[in-house]
């Protein structure tokens, strides 16, 4: 109970934590950029990359709030998009999102089966998931792209999933939106909502009560997988198009925004507000990099001292707590 309160206690900290930064990044890069990057065209953009990012996140957090990781969202991500523009060539664009969240399901209850079943750690399934559907993506494009013809870009369903925008704001957005107050609900009011944070907090704690620990597990894959899917297919429709790369190293961005949201690696704490403000976060500082001119992979580098920095102040964390 008393490791329960104190990553509360944390998670709430952390969560003010990064919106007190991402008010401070928006000053800073809105003076020293001297009007290039505070301009609607550039923040529109960002919070478009948001939006499909937005909703791996979303998944990825509830993942981590059960103490297991998912790295395979990347690929799902790519894999929804393909699914979604394939299908929406031949089909309604509804039908095309229904499949692509179809395979979003199937494969985060692959990565739960198998995981909760034989007791492999979740990093190393989702390892070689994230291999098996990206090498599946690039074979079945083989180095080429579909692409959703101009003249039919204008259907209300195109518009309805990523390819249409509502007084200047991308539909995509409000999906984002949609799920994240459907997601605070989940959390906050429901069962599922407690026993999954009753699970990260302590697996074993939650068994002892009656807890389905591998159902919670494979429930939260299982959406995660679907959420990415969905992004990708928003992804697909905003572009136009989708590749074998869609949605590569996305994943990395997805778990930095987390943990710089305040979820817990160790679980038993979710930030959905704070997840969505890291992605917002490290969005913006991308943009920022690009308009000044400096090289991508400073990015890169940032991202990965995030995920280190992170995984050692968790278990610092965690560590200091259970002393107390």
Sequence with gaps: MALTGFKRLVGRHTEIGILLIAALLI???SVSSDGRWANAYNIGT???VTATLGLMTLG???VIGTGEIDISVGSTFGMGALVYLWLALRVDPTLAVLAALAVGALIGAFNGLVITRTGTPSLIVTLGTLMIFRGLAIALTDGFSFSIPYASRGKFTYWLFGGGDIMGINTAIIWLVLA??????????TRFGNR???????AASAHSRGVRVDRVKLAAFIIC??????????????LGFADGSMGRLMELQ???SCVLGGCLLAGGQVSLVGALTGVFVLSSIQSYLVVMGVRPQWFM????VIVVGAALGDRVLRQWAIRR
């Design 225 to 238: 997988g679907m959420l990415a899917s969905f992004g990708g297919a928003l992804e697909a429709g905003k």
């Design 301 to 304: 580098l940032l991202l990965g």
């Design 46 to 48: 960002i919070l478009q």
């Design 180 to 189: 994240l107050v459907i997601l605070m609900v989940v959390l906050g009011a």
């Design 196 to 202: 999954l944070l009753a699970v990260g907090g302590s």
């Design 27 to 29: 000053a800073y890069f």
């Design 254 to 256: 997805a778990i930095a």
């Design 60 to 62: 990825v957090a509830l």
